[in-house]
């Protein structure tokens, strides 16, 4: 797949080395650039890119403006490039819906890194999405293609990835771990064994029924494990926010936002927490098992 790029910077040389960037990486192509914030609005809806990198300060409307605009309008990442230092700045952009803000100048292995981040990020969106789109068709009745091989070797394959990623983020001793990879093992043969569709409290009373365990309990245990990880991943990032672990499964496992929130709590900006998504959480692992 050939992702398509944006840049919006007024700085031409920050331009060419970004277009030079993508294109000796082997990233996707540069569709649009753009000198000012006001123009931008409209040549990215036209060009309808994937990933969009703009600058924090531009003529005519800064980088937060613009993409607090574009933000419903389009299904378009964004990657903010700045010089600026300010936490609070960053923080603004995060919350009005970029995926990573990078420094300038820019570091060409940094921002490789976060367009591989990113890219994924995507794949895991599509993923998702077409997880939906199955499910739906078979609820429907509506006839599908073979179930994948692959349900056959997930012990092998998927199993060593699941629990890598449950070691990263601090929680492989939970008790909800291990009934967390028997959910996504058990969606895994539900959505691509049989095609049908599921809801979590079924997965969790089938679940039950195997391990003789109460659906409460299941659940309960899931939850705990899943916003554990969120807390290990926040105090990560409140670390080291360029972590690589903190990046790859705070985008991938979660809302962002939410990531971000629980940071705010840690940080006493705060009294709430982040909230979890379990299903997310687990399709997303299913995703990363899967790659």
């Known amino acids: 797949m050939s992702f398509r790029f944006v840049v919006v910077d007024d700085d031409i040389s920050i331009r060419k080395i970004i277009y030079n960037i993508i294109e000796q990486a082997g990233l996707g192509r540069l569709v649009a650039e753009c000198e000012d914030g006001l123009s931008a609005e409209q040549i990215i809806l036209d060009a309808e890119p994937d ?17 607090k605009k574009l933000r419903d309008n389009t299904t378009a990442s964004f990657i903010m490039i700045s010089e600026s230092d300010s936490q609070q700045m960053i923080t603004q952009a995060y919350e009005n819906g970029i995926e990573f803000f990078i420094h300038k100048p820019i570091n060409v ?45 997930f012990e092998i394959n998927k199993r060593p990835k699941i629990y890598k990623a449950f070691s990263d983020m601090g929680i492989i001793g939970e008790a ?17 064994g049989s095609g049908k569709s599921y809801q979590l409290h079924e997965v969790y009373q089938q679940l039950s029924l195997q391990i003789s365990t109460d659906v409460k309990t299941i659940e309960q245990r899931i939850r705990r494990s899943i916003i554990k990880a969120m807390q ?28 971000r929130q629980e940071m705010n709590f ?20 299913l995703f990363l098992a899967g790659e």
């Open 51 to 67: 990933i969009v990198l703009v600058d924090l300060l531009l003529p005519g409307q800064d980088g937060v403006a613009l993409i």
């Open 109 to 153: 292995l940094e921002l490789v890194s976060v367009l591989n981040k990113v890219q994924e990020s995507r794949k895991l969106k599509q993923f998702v999405t077409l997880i939906s789109q199955t499910t739906a068709r078979y609820a429907s009745g509506a006839s599908g293609t073979a179930a994948s091989p692959a349900v056959q070797s």
């Open 176 to 192: 909800g771990a291990k009934n967390i990879y028997q959910v996504a093992q058990l969606i895994d043969q539900i959505v691509h």
């Open 232 to 259: 290990n991943l926040a105090n990560l990032g409140v670390d080291d926010y360029h972590n690589e672990k903190f990046q790859l499964y705070s985008t991938g496992l979660f809302e962002f936002k939410e990531v």
């Open 266 to 285: 840690i940080l006493g900006k705060s009294q709430y927490h982040g909230k979890i998504n379990v299903k997310k959480f687990i399709e997303g692992l």
